[in-house]
Protein backbone atom coordinates (compact mmCIF):
# COMPACT_ATOMS: atom_id res chain seq x y z
CA UNK A 1 0.00 0.00 0.00
CA UNK A 2 1.46 3.38 -1.04
CA UNK A 3 1.69 5.88 1.35
CA UNK A 4 0.95 9.81 0.69
CA UNK A 5 2.22 12.85 2.12
CA UNK A 6 -0.17 15.19 3.84
CA UNK A 7 0.97 18.34 1.23
CA UNK A 8 0.03 15.17 -1.37
CA UNK A 9 -3.32 14.70 -0.05
CA UNK A 10 -3.84 18.52 0.51
CA UNK A 11 -3.31 19.25 -2.54
CA UNK A 12 -5.64 17.05 -4.24
CA UNK A 13 -8.33 17.60 -1.86
CA UNK A 14 -7.94 20.84 -2.55
CA UNK A 15 -8.02 20.46 -6.45
CA UNK A 16 -11.31 18.50 -5.80
CA UNK A 17 -13.18 21.20 -3.52
CA UNK A 18 -12.09 24.49 -5.53
CA UNK A 19 -11.36 22.77 -9.14
CA UNK A 20 -13.32 21.24 -11.85
CA UNK A 21 -11.80 17.52 -11.98
CA UNK A 22 -14.02 15.07 -10.35
CA UNK A 23 -12.79 12.22 -8.60
CA UNK A 24 -11.91 9.32 -11.31
CA UNK A 25 -10.04 11.79 -13.08
CA UNK A 26 -8.01 13.33 -10.52
CA UNK A 27 -7.05 9.94 -9.71
CA UNK A 28 -5.93 9.25 -12.97
CA UNK A 29 -4.46 12.97 -13.76
CA UNK A 30 -1.94 11.67 -10.53
CA UNK A 31 -1.64 7.86 -11.18
CA UNK A 32 -3.49 6.90 -8.50
CA UNK A 33 -4.38 3.09 -8.59
CA UNK A 34 -8.01 4.01 -7.32
CA UNK A 35 -10.24 6.75 -6.58
CA UNK A 36 -11.11 5.49 -2.80
CA UNK A 37 -8.31 6.91 -1.28
CA UNK A 38 -9.17 10.74 -2.76
CA UNK A 39 -12.79 10.00 -1.47
CA UNK A 40 -11.56 9.01 1.60
CA UNK A 41 -9.50 12.23 2.52
CA UNK A 42 -12.38 14.33 0.95
CA UNK A 43 -14.86 12.55 3.89
CA UNK A 44 -11.94 12.88 6.85
CA UNK A 45 -11.01 16.88 5.89
CA UNK A 46 -14.27 17.83 5.94
CA UNK A 47 -14.85 16.25 9.34
CA UNK A 48 -11.35 17.07 10.63
CA UNK A 49 -9.66 19.28 8.88
CA UNK A 50 -5.70 19.35 7.86
CA UNK A 51 -5.06 17.56 11.12
CA UNK A 52 -7.24 14.06 9.82
CA UNK A 53 -4.83 14.31 6.51
CA UNK A 54 -2.02 13.35 8.72
CA UNK A 55 -0.54 10.01 8.88
CA UNK A 56 -1.19 8.61 12.12
CA UNK A 57 1.84 6.09 13.78
CA UNK A 58 -0.71 4.41 16.00
CA UNK A 59 -3.86 3.41 15.05
CA UNK A 60 -6.60 5.66 17.69
CA UNK A 61 -8.47 3.45 20.35
CA UNK A 62 -11.92 4.40 21.21
CA UNK A 63 -13.26 3.78 25.01
CA UNK A 64 -16.07 1.56 25.01
CA UNK A 65 -18.41 5.06 26.51
CA UNK A 66 -17.68 6.59 22.98
CA UNK A 67 -18.58 3.23 21.15
CA UNK A 68 -21.89 3.42 23.51
CA UNK A 69 -22.65 6.76 22.78
CA UNK A 70 -21.90 6.49 19.03
CA UNK A 71 -24.24 3.65 18.77
CA UNK A 72 -26.64 5.19 20.74
CA UNK A 73 -26.66 8.57 18.81
CA UNK A 74 -27.42 6.61 15.53
CA UNK A 75 -30.26 4.17 17.73
CA UNK A 76 -32.05 7.55 18.76
CA UNK A 77 -31.89 9.69 16.04
CA UNK A 78 -31.72 7.08 12.83
CA UNK A 79 -28.78 8.34 11.39
CA UNK A 80 -26.60 7.13 8.50
CA UNK A 81 -23.05 6.06 9.55
CA UNK A 82 -21.76 8.90 7.23
CA UNK A 83 -23.74 11.29 9.32
CA UNK A 84 -22.97 9.61 12.82
CA UNK A 85 -19.63 9.64 11.46
CA UNK A 86 -19.21 13.10 10.52
CA UNK A 87 -20.90 14.02 14.17
CA UNK A 88 -18.77 12.02 16.11
CA UNK A 89 -15.75 12.77 13.78
CA UNK A 90 -14.68 9.83 12.61
CA UNK A 91 -13.32 9.57 8.87
CA UNK A 92 -14.44 5.76 8.89
CA UNK A 93 -18.00 4.66 8.97
CA UNK A 94 -17.65 1.13 8.32
CA UNK A 95 -16.28 1.46 11.98
CA UNK A 96 -19.39 2.22 13.72
CA UNK A 97 -20.69 -0.56 11.22
CA UNK A 98 -18.51 -2.87 13.11
CA UNK A 99 -19.17 -1.37 16.61
CA UNK A 100 -22.96 -1.80 16.14
CA UNK A 101 -22.90 -5.59 14.97
CA UNK A 102 -20.17 -6.37 17.62
CA UNK A 103 -22.40 -4.70 20.51
CA UNK A 104 -25.69 -6.89 18.44
CA UNK A 105 -23.58 -9.78 19.04
CA UNK A 106 -21.53 -9.52 21.93
CA UNK A 107 -22.94 -7.19 24.10
CA UNK A 108 -21.24 -4.44 26.10
CA UNK A 109 -18.41 -6.89 26.16
CA UNK A 110 -17.60 -7.26 22.36
CA UNK A 111 -16.84 -3.44 22.71
CA UNK A 112 -13.79 -3.94 25.25
CA UNK A 113 -10.17 -3.40 23.86
CA UNK A 114 -8.87 -7.23 23.05
CA UNK A 115 -5.32 -8.17 24.50
CA UNK A 116 -3.00 -7.97 21.36
CA UNK A 117 0.27 -9.63 20.98
CA UNK A 118 1.25 -12.83 22.37
CA UNK A 119 0.56 -13.92 25.75
CA UNK A 120 3.58 -13.54 28.01
CA UNK A 121 5.19 -17.04 29.17
CA UNK A 122 4.02 -17.33 32.69
CA UNK A 123 5.51 -20.21 34.94
CA UNK A 124 3.32 -22.82 34.87
CA UNK A 125 3.46 -26.26 36.61
CA UNK A 126 5.11 -29.02 34.16
CA UNK A 127 1.87 -31.35 35.66
CA UNK A 128 -0.01 -33.02 33.06
CA UNK A 129 -3.79 -31.74 32.62
CA UNK A 130 -6.43 -33.78 33.43
CA UNK A 131 -8.48 -34.24 30.21
CA UNK A 132 -11.98 -34.49 30.96
CA UNK A 133 -12.98 -38.20 30.58
CA UNK A 134 -16.44 -39.38 29.35
CA UNK A 135 -17.95 -40.87 32.62
CA UNK A 136 -19.66 -44.26 31.31
CA UNK A 137 -21.95 -46.14 33.92
CA UNK A 138 -20.89 -50.07 34.52
CA UNK A 139 -22.76 -50.76 31.80
CA UNK A 140 -21.61 -48.97 29.39
CA UNK A 141 -18.24 -49.70 30.14
CA UNK A 142 -19.06 -53.91 29.53
CA UNK A 143 -21.30 -52.93 26.52
CA UNK A 144 -17.86 -50.88 25.23
CA UNK A 145 -15.41 -54.44 25.83
CA UNK A 146 -17.63 -56.32 24.38
CA UNK A 147 -18.17 -54.44 20.92
CA UNK A 148 -13.60 -54.23 21.41
CA UNK A 149 -13.74 -58.70 21.61
CA UNK A 150 -16.47 -58.90 19.11
CA UNK A 151 -14.75 -56.85 16.80
CA UNK A 152 -11.16 -58.59 17.82
CA UNK A 153 -12.64 -62.17 17.04
CA UNK A 154 -13.96 -61.56 13.83
CA UNK A 155 -10.49 -60.12 12.99
CA UNK A 156 -8.56 -63.31 14.30
CA UNK A 157 -10.86 -65.27 12.29
CA UNK A 158 -10.53 -63.80 9.27
CA UNK A 159 -6.31 -63.30 9.55
CA UNK A 160 -6.64 -67.93 10.18
CA UNK A 161 -8.76 -67.98 7.25
CA UNK A 162 -6.00 -66.27 5.27
CA UNK A 163 -3.35 -68.19 6.41
CA UNK A 164 -4.72 -71.61 5.63
CA UNK A 165 -5.37 -70.98 2.25
CA UNK A 166 -4.17 -67.84 0.85
CA UNK A 167 -5.80 -69.01 -3.03
CA UNK A 168 -8.83 -69.63 -1.57
CA UNK A 169 -9.43 -65.82 0.04
CA UNK A 170 -7.54 -64.43 -3.01
CA UNK A 171 -10.22 -66.23 -5.36
CA UNK A 172 -13.76 -65.59 -3.48
CA UNK A 173 -12.97 -61.84 -2.92
CA UNK A 174 -11.61 -61.88 -7.14
CA UNK A 175 -14.59 -62.79 -8.08
CA UNK A 176 -16.67 -59.69 -6.21
CA UNK A 177 -13.79 -57.40 -7.47
CA UNK A 178 -14.22 -58.56 -10.85
CA UNK A 179 -18.28 -58.54 -10.89
CA UNK A 180 -18.31 -54.91 -9.49
CA UNK A 181 -15.90 -53.81 -12.48
CA UNK A 182 -18.29 -55.53 -14.77
CA UNK A 183 -20.85 -53.26 -12.95
CA UNK A 184 -19.02 -50.07 -13.75
CA UNK A 185 -18.52 -50.75 -17.35
CA UNK A 186 -22.14 -51.74 -17.97
CA UNK A 187 -23.43 -48.23 -15.98
Not at 66 to 90: N, Y
Amino acid sequence: MTKYSKEFKMKLVSEYLYGNLGYKSLAKKYNMPSQTPLQDWVRTYKTKGVEGLKRRKMKEAYSVQFKMDTIQFMRETGASFQETAKQFKLNHPPLIHRWMKTFNEKGIEGLKPKLKGRPSMSKKSNKPKKKKENVLTREEELERENELLRLENAYLKKLKAFRENRNAFHEKYKHKWHSNSKKKDSD
